[in-house]
């Protein structure tokens, strides 16, 4: 795998395989990789000759009192996963590459409406800066193909919108949510979990799937269904950030004649914030 810092050393490496005539996918990754990324890693080596990764920590999606300081770093060993996974290219800038002259002075990247809701409403700023970040890779790497999990189902939908909005004409792929043997969507946020949050996070996914079954069950008073997750999650001593039952294409609240839906779950175990998903196709 060839590791690029400068943004001038990957172009000169991504054009010479395009003039091999080879496809190029991209999966943009914080770090800390765990299963679920590799996962991602081994679905854009299925679509494309080349898969680029990129590996940073960026600062305009934390809002302030967030966990940028201390998000887990682990490079040597995101390096050899990535490596075993088949990447053949990471990019792993730092933030003066990527934002040459500070935060403050840099264009930003906004997805509206879409953005608005659920984590947008908690984390004011946040899709601002995933949008942003992901259009310069966008833009850097130039792939044919972005490949993304569904953990994160409002990033995947702001990305898919800006890819359209903006015409990078990239193919975008959602992979689903890895959990680990008991349901627990993977994510690097949990290694702050200790064994006793780790049991109560998984009150997120029961409480996901118990309410999906209600709703394939006929139940349609999603107000009631919502309020009864929350006092679930109170009940276990988490903290409800939001339990939304939506439209899947637009993220807004669902109507009794909605037929995609997809719930969307964060709740605080603890001090860590985890996000949780699950779609139902009635």
Request: glycine fraction near 6%.
């Amino acid at each position: 795998m060839i590791i690029c810092h400068q943004a001038s050393e990957l172009h000169q490496l991504l054009n010479t395989y395009r003039r091999e005539g080879k496809s190029i996918a991209l999966v943009p990754t914080m770090g800390n990789l765990h299963r679920g990324h590799v996962r991602l890693i081994e679905k854009a080596v299925g679509l494309a000759d080349i898969v680029v990764s990129s590996i940073f920590v960026n600062p305009m999606q934390f809002g302030r009192h967030e966990d940028l300081d201390k998000y887990p770093r682990t490079p040597d060993a995101d390096i050899e996963k990535l490596t075993a996974a088949g990447c053949a290219v990471l990019f792993a800038p730092s933030v003066k590459e990527m934002y040459p002259l500070g935060l403050v002075e840099h264009t930003v990247v906004s997805v509206p409406a879409i953005s608005a809701r659920h984590c947008g409403a908690s984390r004011p700023g946040h899709f601002d800066g995933v949008a942003t970040v992901v259009s310069k890779l966008f833009n850097l790497v130039k792939p044919d193909h972005a490949v993304f999990g569904l953990k994160d189902y409002q990033q995947f939908k702001v990305i898919r919108k800006m890819n359209a909005d903006m015409c990078f004409g990239i193919q975008l792929t959602g992979v689903a949510t890895e959990r680990d043997e008991n349901g627990l969507a993977l994510s690097s946020r949990n290694g702050y979990l200790s064994a006793a949050e780790k049991h109560t996070a998984l009150t997120i996914i029961q409480t996901l799937r118990s309410t999906a079954a209600q709703i394939e069950n006929g139940m349609r008073d999603f107000a009631a269904l919502e309020q009864a997750a929350k006092s679930v999650f109170e009940s276990r001593q988490m903290r409800p950030d939001y339990f939304s039952i939506c439209r899947a294409d637009t993220l807004a609240p669902a109507s009794a004649d909605d037929k995609q839906l997809v719930i969307l779950a964060a709740a605080y175990v603890g001090t860590t914030r985890l996000i949780d998903n699950i779609e139902i196709n009635l």
